[in-house]
């Protein structure tokens, strides 16, 4: 893997995030891959889980962005920066991720294992106050 193909790979899981296509999203993956979302929960393994996996992360948000910096590529591993936001629905809380991926692919440039630590931040609208109609 070269940083180009790493970063087209990359470029490709963030457009499949912003568009909310789960479909696009597994396509990223080999139909034996392993995704942990964090070190603290069972891996999901396959495509077909992936997929569900991201068809229901996505229902819950829109107006997504998502940018990344390629830290290094080594082999076929690859380490990068990525940062997404978007708005929490329903309840319209704005959400911003910030986070590191590590990829191993296979020779045909799909990702194997994906390995992710991120951190959160979540602000909530303001609660609009409505007039009392007795007062």
Known sequence: MT??????????????WGARDPDAAAALFAPDACYCETPFTAPMRGQEAIRAYWEAAVRTQ???TFSYFVLGVSGARGLA???????????????????????????????????????RRETHPPVSKTMDACS
């Not at 790979?9 to 963030?14: D, I, K, L, S, T």
């Not at 978007?86 to 390995?115: H, Q, S, Y």
């Open 81 to 119: 920066h990525w940062q997404a936001a978007f708005i929490r629905v329903p309840g319209n809380a704005r959400v911003w991720l910030d986070g590191i991926l590590a990829v191993e692919m296979n020779k045909a440039g799909l990702c194997r294992t994906f390995r992710e630590w991120w951190h």
């Open 62 to 64: 829109r107006d997504i």
């Open 3 to 16: 940083k180009e193909s790493f970063s087209r790979w990359c470029r490709a899981y963030g457009h499949a």
